[in-house]
């Protein structure tokens, strides 16, 4: 049986971005949204409101889109295990500026909190290591986060894949704008494209 970490998931990203510089960060659906945005909100957060399973695939494209920039695919542990083909796609790619954090919970936060894969013994670093990721780490502890947070500072050889242990619990929503129009023409005019 898995152990339960007693980490807060709002603590952790919060020390996790705390001097994220010109990091673009896509949050994936649900609590990492909410975790981002209880952040700061910021234009160069791309929020999903869809796409369950697809933050560390946008993450990707952006960069491969953005190389001069790093890129933070945040994302929870039911998503990611929804999307874990994109895993492999990522690790073929070998974007060098691309980081995917998983804030894991062991539950299914969105939908009851039933227990997840990652509950139950399933490895998403084994699974990154395997698909050829450059370095993959799980974390428990607020001094772990905040060193992480100086790691995905620093450049990289390939991909990389971190899990972040935190407290199964649902904090209060913190909500940025559903707008999904409003979120994508700010973001790219972050980037110093037209909206479109």
């Given amino acids: 049986m898995t152990v339960e970490s007693q980490l807060d998931r709002r603590a ?9 510089g010109d990091l673009l960060v896509v949050s994936g659906l649900g609590s990492p949204t909410y975790d981002l945005h209880a952040t700061g909100d910021r ?7 869809g796409a369950m399973g697809g933050a560390a695939l946008i993450g990707l494209g952006l960069a491969q889109a953005q190389r001069g920039k790093r890129v933070l695919a945040l994302t929870g542990d039911g998503e990611q295990l929804m999307g874990l083909g994109g895993i492999a796609t990522i690790g073929v790619a070998q974007p060098r500026n691309l980081d995917i954090v998983v804030i ?9 909190m039933q227990a997840s894969h990652t509950g139950r013994g399933v490895d998403l670093t084994a699974f990154a290591t395997a698909c050829g990721f450059a370095a993959t780490a799980t974390v428990r502890t607020l001094e772990e986060v905040q060193r992480l947070a100086g790691q ?6 390939g991909p990389r894949l971190f899990v972040i242990k935190v407290r199964a619990e649902n904090p209060p929503r913190s909500l940025p704008s559903r707008d999904a129009v409003f979120i ?13």
């Avoid at 234009?43 to 409101?49: G, M, P, R």
């Fill in 43 to 49: 234009d160069d957060n791309f929020y999903l409101w």
């Fill in 104 to 112: 894991d919970n062991q539950h299914f936060g969105e939908t009851g």
């Fill in 152 to 157: 995905i500072a620093e450049p990289a050889a």
């Fill in 12 to 20: 952790a990203v919060a020390a996790l971005l705390k001097d994220r």
């Fill in 184 to 196: 994508k023409n700010r973001f790219r005019a972050h980037l110093g494209f037209a909206a479109a």
